[in-house]
């Protein structure tokens, strides 16, 4: 099977949704491949470039759900969905974000969609509920009502930015 950078991205899912963003490295990468670490650079510059691949990969899955005309409200909704099936989803999610806003954004909560202060600020307080949900429970921590904590918020916010 030929390298690229799709089969590279499928992978690095596999590791992180088994064994979690703390195993996920570039020499674990490479193994489970059956190829050598420096294989992986002609397709992958570096890790961070993964984490942008990964969670752009994420993305096409909230966009699959929820294209651009989507209301804001449910395509937030399906993101935190969709990062809460991957281990340590929000967090991989939150540096891809970090790296390349544009790329890993959900069409309909973009900044064309939302303008820069409520696409940004929706995101990260998407990310941020998520990863905070995600860290909970790797702890056993309940979160009965995280679902509908999240879609209350998430509400409001678009509501008071008037999207």
Avoid at 43 to 67: G, S, W, Y
Avoid at 116 to 136: C, D, F, K, P, W
Avoid at 140 to 159: H, K, P, V
Wanted: charged share 20%.
């Amino acid at each position: 099977m030929a390298l690229t950078a799709g089969g590279i991205t499928t992978t690095a899912l596999d590791i992180l949704s088994r064994y979690g963003l703390g195993d996920l490295s570039m020499r674990r990468l490479a193994r489970e491949l059956d190829v050598q670490p420096s294989a992986l650079y002609w397709h992958v510059k570096d890790k961070q470039e993964l984490f942008v691949l990964i969670a752009t990969r994420m993305n096409a899955e909230v966009d699959a759900r929820c294209p651009s005309t989507s209301d804001p409200l449910v395509t937030a909704m399906a993101l935190r969905d969709i990062l809460l099936t991957y281990r340590d989803g929000a967090e991989i999610m939150l540096l891809g974000y970090s790296i390349a806003p544009g790329e890993v954004t959900p069409g309909a909560l973009s900044v064309d969609v939302l303008g820069e202060t409520v696409s940004h600020g929706v995101m990260a307080y998407a990310l941020g509920a998520v990863a905070i949900e995600q860290n909970r429970s790797l702890f056993g921590i309940e979160s009965g009502r995280a679902s509908e904590n999240f879609a209350e918020t998430a509400a409001q916010l678009l509501e008071t930015a008037g999207a």
